[in-house]
């Protein structure tokens, strides 16, 4: 059974950077595409940013030019570089893997407030 640990979460000032990391149980990256989601409080759950499997990547209009997302395949692990964070950046941040299913992880919280 495939597992998604997201961890790197927390309280962060506004301009602040934090990094979230993604850890898959298995070797499911290749074929599949590693995208990251948020969902703030009484909100939908909204994309943030995809890298296929080819490397490709993809960011929400909202986070271009201050988030990057990457992947190291050998770790299993996929990352988002946060910088220049907001607080309307604040929300839970979901790690997903689309893969012949899709499969997602716990989330982790992430706040910026001063």
């Known amino acids: 059974q495939v597992q998604l640990v997201e961890s790197g979460g927390g309280l962060v000032q506004p301009g602040g950077s934090l990094r979230l990391s993604c850890a898959a149980s298995g070797s499911i990256f290749s074929g599949c595409s590693m995208s990251w989601y948020r969902q703030a409080p009484g909100k939908q759950r909204d994309l943030v940013a995809i890298?296929?499997?080819?490397?490709?990547?993809n960011y929400a209009d909202s986070v271009k030019g201050r988030f990057t997302i990457s992947k190291d395949n050998a770790k299993n692990t996929v990352y988002l570089q946060m910088d220049s964070l907001k607080p309307e950046d604040t929300a839970v941040y979901y790690c997903?893997?689309?893969?012949?299913?899709?499969?997602w992880g716990q989330g982790t919280q992430v706040t910026v407030s001063s």
């Open positions: 890298i296929t499997s080819g490397g490709s990547t």
């Open positions: 997903k893997a689309s893969c012949s299913y899709n499969y």
